[in-house]
């Protein structure tokens, strides 16, 4: 099929690719027209394992692949299925801003005005239930001056995508959810994600756009709070002596618990988790309920860094001590930084006085946007030599061969918010729960 994307942030650029590489036809539409000449150019514009591999083989240097990117919207007439993946961003009260979204589809109604022939836009992007119906769908009604389920299809599109496995996510999904209030827009979205079915044989849920929303923030939402709840069992571990993964390997077993997202550490973070579940307790909210389970469980997430600093001050008198901090991007295979618990820790540990030397393989040119005194390394041997204690906040591979570096310390004090480090004799060493 020919397909448009709205948008070249990492949803959109990791789809586009991906759908040319199932063997559609995709153009990415986006303002920016430094992403759209590295996409053009054979580049990818994020860091993202595969992601390079897919665009150097479908865009190419002479943009005459499947894959090709534009600031035009009127590419988007040329294609059957226009994708929306556009931020979707927290307000302060938490509630997600749908501002971008309805500039996007502002533009891209008015751009389907000029076509009298049929067309499918679906919402990729995470909204709270009711957006696409309420409100995107009427933006695009009056703006091509068409009725959708008549002249347009709409549909919902949620993506399950995980910043360093996006690729694969999404080549090799766990569940693909269609959904959509018309048949003729479901139809377009099965013959888009046909080629997926065929070679994954994932299992596909067709639903209305409304549930089809409701999905994504269910499923972030579980998962958030199973993280909160193996992390509070973790503290409770570490307060009594237990070691919190040996608790998890037994209760993993468990088929009604399952052995996935129960390593505890200093939190949850990025773009999803902590967007997604404060919108979904403010759309809660403005419906006149306090979901009590995601209020603590976003409690719980937002007290690991305060431990892992005070687990550190148990060691370390912080004022005017030098602490290193390994790992700076919120997961490991990312430079995305936002909501890093980097950052809290960070902060934390300035704040008690302390100088920090950071070292991160990937995201340290993000964090500079981010966190100001601060002194980036280009290697973990570098951060560590001299500091009076060093704390692991992103598992790396590469932390885990660490051993000789450590001697270089000061003071060998190495508190692990992610159990990477090995313990051994010549270092203090503090796991966050075990």
Not at 11 to 26: I, K, P
Not at 43 to 56: K, N, V
Not at 124 to 129: Q, Y
Not at 184 to 191: F, I, S
């Amino acid at each position: 099929m020919r397909i448009s994307i709205i948008g070249s942030g990492y949803v959109g650029t990791t789809v586009a690719a991906c759908f040319a590489d199932l063997g559609h036809d995709v153009v990415n539409v986006d303002i920016d027209e430094k992403v759209v000449e590295t996409i053009n150019a054979g580049e990818a514009p994020i860091h993202e394992p595969g992601l390079q591999d897919l665009i150097t083989e479908h865009a190419g240097s002479d943009g005459t692949g499947r894959l090709r990117a534009t600031t035009d919207y009127d590419a988007v007439l040329d294609t059957d299925v226009t994708f929306l993946c556009l931020p979707t961003p927290q307000n302060d009260d938490g509630s997600i801003d749908l501002s971008i979204m309805e500039a996007g589809a502002t533009q891209l109604g008015a751009t389907l005005g000029k076509t009298d022939d049929w067309r499918t836009v679906v919402v990729k992007s995470t909204v709270v239930p009711g957006s696409t119906e309420d409100t995107l769908t009427p933006i695009l009604e009056a703006e091509s001056g068409k009725t959708a389920s008549e002249e347009f299809g709409v549909g919902m599109n949620p993506e399950f995508l995980r910043e360093g496995t996006a690729v694969e996510d999404f080549l090799n999904p766990d569940k693909l959810v269609l959904g959509a209030d018309d048949d003729r827009a479901l139809g377009d979205m099965r013959e888009v994600f046909g080629p997926l079915v065929d070679l994954t044989d994932a299992p596909v849920v067709e639903t209305d756009t409304r549930t089809a929303e409701m999905i994504k923030y269910a499923n972030n939402g579980f998962l958030a709070t199973k993280l909160s709840l193996i992390n509070d069992l973790g503290n409770i571990c570490k307060e009594l002596g237990v070691d919190a993964y040996e608790v998890a390997d037994a209760i993993g077993l468990d088929d009604r618990i399952g052995e996935r997202f129960l390593r505890s550490g200093v939190g949850w973070g990025g773009s999803c988790f902590e967007k997604d579940v404060s919108a979904i307790i403010a759309a809660a909210g403005e419906a006149g309920y306090e979901p009590p389970l995601l209020n603590a469980a976003v409690e719980v997430n937002d007290g690991q860094p305060e431990r892992l600093i005070e687990l550190t001050a148990d060691h370390v008198d912080l004022d005017g001590a030098t602490v290193a901090v390994l790992g700076l991007a919120f997961k490991p295979g990312t430079d995305d930084m936002r909501n890093s618990r980097a950052i809290p820790v960070i902060r934390g540990l300035r704040e008690r006085g302390a100088t920090v030397t950071a070292y991160d393989p990937v995201a340290t040119e993000n964090a500079r946007e981010y966190l100001d005194d601060v002194d980036y390394t280009d290697s973990a041997d570098a951060a560590l030599a001299g500091a009076d204690g060093a704390v692991v906040v992103t598992d790396w591979d590469e932390f885990a061969t660490l051993d000789e570096e450590f001697d270089a310390m000061a003071d060998p004090v190495v508190v692990d918010g992610r159990r990477v480090v090995e313990r051994r004799d010549g270092i203090t060493y503090e796991g966050l729960t075990w």
